[in-house]
Nanobody, 123 residues
Framework: QVQLVESGGGLVQAGGSLRLSCAASGRTFSRYPMSWFRQAPGKEREFVASISSSSSSTYYSDSVRGRFTISRDNAKNTVYLQMNSLKPEETAIYYC????????????????WGQGTQVTVSS
């Protein structure tokens, strides 16, 4: 069993930055790819970024590539999402998730999800 707890959300002005963290319980964290998704009000949850177990590979949605950076510290069982140049339309609940297998941008690939952290970007 794995538990994921996100933190670091909050209110930020457009153009600002936030760093999200996701702490995982369990000793198997380092074996699995991790990702971030987000769900804006009234919209479907969407893929944001993914990182392989060893950090050798990262993937981003087109909308965040170049502004967001995903990273992880396996010694701390934590995955991060550095978000720069935030836009009001990126106001959403941000979720981290642990991928068991399958495509990184397919939500069905994810076995465990956190409860989410709210990010609000004001204009």
């Amino acid at each position: 069993q794995v538990q994921l707890v996100e933190s670091g959300g909050g209110l930020v002005q457009a153009g600002g930055s936030l760093r999200l963290s996701c702490a995982a319980s369990g000793r198997t964290f380092s074996r699995y790819p991790m990702s971030w998704f987000r769900q804006a009000p009234g919209k479907e949850r969407e893929f944001v970024a993914s990182i392989s177990s060893s950090s050798s590979s990262t993937y981003y949605s087109d909308s965040v590539r170049g502004r967001f950076t995903i990273s992880r510290d396996n010694a701390k069982n934590t995955v991060y999402l550095q978000m720069n140049s935030l836009k009001p339309e990126e106001t959403a609940i941000y979720y981290c998730a642990l991928r068991g297998g399958g495509a990184y941008d397919d939500q069905r690939s994810y076995a465990y999800w956190g409860q989410g952290t709210q990010v609000t970007v004001s204009s």
